[in-house]
Structures are given as C-alpha cells and as structure tokens.
C-alpha cells in the first residue's frame, strides 16, 4: 500500500501558481483529435490546467490532457502534456507540446496555430488533418493534490512521468538545445560519465522515486527523484 505523500511540493518555491489558469486557457492553441476519442468527463478524463508564474510576469499555462487508459500498448492512466508560455503582457511566446513517448517539440506562434491529438498513444501532432474533429474536453484544475496522485501511482506504468519538468517549466531540457527534441521525462546524469539517462516509471520509496538505470553508454547508476526537494539525483550502485 502506497501512502501519497501530502507535503512534496509541486512547483519551485521561486514561482507562483495562479488561480486563473482556466481564464488563461483560451490563449491555447486549438484541439483537434483523429482516430481516438474525447476525453470522458465522467471520468475525470480532460485537460488539467495551472498557472505557473514567474518573478517578471512571464507565466506558463500547464496544460495535461488525461485519459484513464491507452489502448495500444495497453496501460493505465496516459498523459499528453503541452505548455503555454506567455510573456508578462499574456502574449504568447510560444508552445512546448508532447510529439509521443514525452519528446517535447516548440512551436512559434502563427496564424490558426492548432493541436491535434492522434491515436494509439494520444501523442500530440502540429496543425490538423482533413478528417480531425474539435477536441471537446473538460478543462479541470492541475491542483497539487492532482499532481501527487499521479507521480506516487504504485501501478509504476500508470505514473505521470513529468516531474522535474513540472516543477519547472522553465527548465532546460524542455529546450533540446544541441538535440532534435527535448524531453519532458526527468534527466539523471550518470555519476561515473555525466551522460544523462531519461526516466521512466520509478519505484516509491517514501516520498522519494527511484530507479535502477544504464546511462547511454552503460553505466548502471541508481536514479532519484528527491521529492522533498524536487532535485534528480544519480549514485553509482
């Protein structure tokens, strides 16, 4: 049995969370899905939304869009985030969105700039095809709440993987620079190498997550999510 620890904090004690994220929506790009369905709100399924807010008024509207299952591969609980960032007037900047398998990919803004949601794995996809329908979901509040049900799932294949990147959506290797894609997994650099190994579902220990891994050229390592103080952390087994 897994107690979900009720004091991890969710955001960096540097930003503010708004209460007017679902005001903020609006300014998001347009949602489409094809060949999968809308979220059903019946069960709590939609797009789950806060307001992260920085010292000079630049903010970034968080948003997850939430089914209770994916079919192909089947598991548990998936997720498909996408991130707003606004400067301090609320005009957009630009959109960090989840291309499949929590890549993350920018978009600039433009004209009739819009999402669409593909099966099998709800992965998100620039502009939209002849046969997308308007994605019609529930807009739900990211509370903290929310947020630790989803990290401190024992189903380790049904957890909400965003983690270090939620806490700052500034962070980054949401950016990719020097790679094609950035990633909204958590990055562990290797203790012996430096290389950074991604994560993926991790073990609960307390209010901590951990993980047995390789970095990319072998190193077994042990990875950390230090709840408590929202740092990723690599020791050499």
């Known amino acids: 049995m897994v ?57 970034c509207v968080q948003v997850i869009l939430f089914y209770r299952v994916q079919w192909v591969p089947y598991h548990r609980n998936d997720f498909a985030p996408f991130f707003v960032y606004l400067d301090a007037n609320d005009a957009l900047t630009r959109i960090v969105y ?59 294949e049904a957890q909400l993987k965003l983690r270090s990147k939620l806490v700052d959506p500034w962070h980054p290797g949401l950016q990719g620079i020097g790679r094609e894609h950035g990633t909204f997994r958590d990055e562990a650099a290797c203790p012996r190498c430096g290389r950074p190994a991604l994560m993926d579902d991790m073990e609960v220990r307390g209010p901590d997550l951990v993980r047995p891994t390789r970095c990319p050229v072998g190193h077994p390592f042990v990875a950390a999510y230090r709840g408590q103080r929202m740092a990723v952390e690599g020791a050499l087994t």
């Open 3 to 59: 107690t979900v620890p009720h004091d991890v904090p969710t955001v960096r004690p540097e930003y503010d969370v708004s209460e007017d994220a679902l005001d903020a929506l609006p300014v998001a790009p347009a949602l489409f899905r094809f060949a999968c369905l809308d979220p059903n709100a019946a069960r709590r399924e939609g797009l789950y939304v806060r307001r992260v807010v920085r010292a000079d008024g630049a903010s």
């Open 98 to 156: 989840d291309v499949g398998h929590h890549r993350a990919a920018t978009l600039l803004p433009h004209p009739d700039l819009c999402l669409t949601v593909v099966a099998p794995w709800h992965a998100l996809r620039p502009g939209r095809t002849a046969l997308a329908r308007r994605l019609r979901a529930t807009e739900l509040r990211l509370t903290d709440d929310v947020v630790r049900a989803w990290w401190y799932e024992p189903r380790t």
